[in-house]
């Protein structure tokens, strides 16, 4: 069976995320046409998100896809095909994940394989976990196009944390990255993956009802599928402070949003708010309003402090990981 999925006009979060829906019940469908031609507007993490289902249904689901409605002289075509969208969905068309050099305003898609980095730390000397490091401070300092330590290691921090959570707990072996840094001196980073899920991943040490329920939790500081264990030494220990601190952080500064199965969990300075989703995996979404001229870096440190108290007040004495600490 053949059909034909036109992608929404605009590549933002919310309507990716309802054409993931769609393509995601495309059962039975052993060939899908991917009609590009209402594009008008595509961000970076609208068009992660899209590319990590089409990956996931040509490696998984042996589905065949084909390309309609490509204009080159259209600005988001252009756009999407210069920052390895098309390469990403399987279309030998425009550069490859992480092909373009980047600006001073934007992260191409690029693909992070676990099997790389291997060979990475056998060769190279160093731990994944080091080089997990090395290339979110290479992202950070493209992506924030600063000289600024103050600037570019928040970001880092983020980046590394997001990487670490996908090779940790997700079972995928690679995840795919995106940014961009606007005019109004917003910075945004997503990651996702197509790898097991929240609930899956957590459901190996808690209850779990549901995706909303798994999002709720993941971001409470102390939750990991593993027991974190208060005597281990291991400065990259898993200690489940990762997404608790980065969901805050977005919280505080600007957006968060984590989707996972069916459901989209959303945190803003405004509150927080659920939704339905589509995403096979989980796919991450931070957006700092203002990195300049707010310290960050204590910010972050607050926030797990704030967290380990948390759970002191609860009688556990789980602490965050000297690795989560470290900015």
């Not at 080159?72 to 210069?82: D, G, N």
């Not at 291997?118 to 493209?142: N, P, V």
């Not at 990991?224 to 489940?240: H, L, Q």
Request: proline share 5%.
């Amino acid at each position: 069976m053949n059909t034909t999925l036109q992608l929404p006009p605009s590549l933002d979060e919310k309507r990716s995320l309802q054409f993931c829906s769609k393509l995601n019940q495309s059962d039975g469908a052993v060939e899908i046409e991917l009609d590009v031609s209402p594009v008008r507007w595509a961000f970076p993490f609208g068009s992660l998100i899209i590319a990590s289902q089409v990956r996931r249904l040509r490696k998984h689901a042996n589905v065949q896809f084909a390309l309609k409605g490509f204009e080159a002289t259209k600005p988001a075509h252009s756009y999407l095909s210069h920052i390895g969208f098309f390469r990403l969905l399987g279309f030998e068309l425009g550069n490859a994940p992480g092909e373009a050099p980047g600006g001073d305003s934007y992260l191409p898609l690029t693909v992070l394989d676990k099997d790389s980095l291997f060979i990475d730390e056998i060769f190279g000397g160093d731990s994944m976990h080091k080089a997990i490091q090395k290339k979110a401070e290479e992202f950070a300092k493209l992506l924030t196009h600063s000289n600024k330590l103050s600037v570019i290691r928040p970001v880092s921090y983020c980046i590394r944390e997001l990487v670490r959570n996908v090779f940790e707990h997700s079972g995928c072996i690679e995840c795919i990255l995106g940014g961009q840094r606007y005019q109004d001196g917003r910075v945004l980073v997503g990651i996702v993956d197509y790898g097991r899920g929240l609930r899956e991943s957590l459901s190996e040490r808690y209850d779990v009802p549901s995706d909303i329920e798994a999002l709720k939790m993941a971001i409470r500081p102390g939750i990991s599928r593993s027991v974190p264990d208060p005597e281990d030494d291991n400065p990259w220990a898993n200690s489940g402070f990762g997404l608790y601190t980065l969901a805050n952080l977005g919280r505080r500064t600007g957006y968060f949003s984590i989707t996972s199965g069916q459901s989209i969990l959303a945190l803003s300075p405004g509150g927080a708010a659920c939704d339905s989703a589509s995403h096979n995996g989980t796919a991450i979404n931070i957006i700092f309003k203002k990195l300049h001229g707010t310290n960050l870096e204590d910010l972050i440190q607050q926030i797990i402090s704030e967290g380990e108290l948390q759970l002191e007040k609860s009688g556990q004495k789980v602490r965050a990981s000297k690795s989560t600490k470290i900015i």
